[in-house]
């Protein structure tokens, strides 16, 4: 794989295009790298108590949907998101993935999932005691997410 840097004085922003054959696995790794890269510069805007903080998308466990407002799960606090859960999940890194209609949660503070055949699975997270469940649809998909990062 080669790796080169141009300058234009007449773009406005970068620009990185990976050139390929094929779409495979390597140049989609590449792609997801260079997002995430840029999605841990990022800082959400969520509030609490009627104040404005700024997180990283890394300190969050969980986002849920709850009667048309979006919250934020960190290990200790709630924060209300004025983004839309489909809004948040297109800017979020990788490592976060869809786990039910109402919920979108971060991979990397998993700890055990209770696996249910017939209902929706439990998921438990590290330094928190807060839980998720995650509909039988949007199973599948999670395991493959948690497959990935092992």
């Given amino acids: 794989m080669k790796i080169r840097i141009e300058t234009d004085d007449k773009i406005s922003e970068p620009e ?20 995430d890269a840029l999605s ?52 979020l890194p990788s490592s976060f993935v869809r786990a039910g209609k109402s919920v979108v949660l971060g991979t990397k503070y998993i700890l055990a999932i209770t696996r249910n055949l017939t209902g929706p699975s439990t998921v438990q997270f590290r330094s928190s005691h807060k839980q998720v469940n995650v509909s039988r649809s949007y199973f599948k998909q999670l395991k493959d997410k948690l497959n990935e990062r092992v």
């Fill in 16 to 35: 990185v295009i990976i050139r390929c054959r094929d779409i495979d696995g390597e140049a989609v790794k590449v792609q997801t790298a260079i997002l």
């Fill in 40 to 91: 841990k510069n990022r800082k959400l805007a969520l509030l609490k108590d009627g104040k404005e903080y700024y997180l990283s998308p890394e300190a969050v466990l969980f986002f849920e949907a709850v009667d048309g407002k979006t919250f934020a799960h960190t290990p200790s606090d709630i924060f209300e998101s004025k983004q839309k859960l489909y809004e948040l999940e297109d800017s």
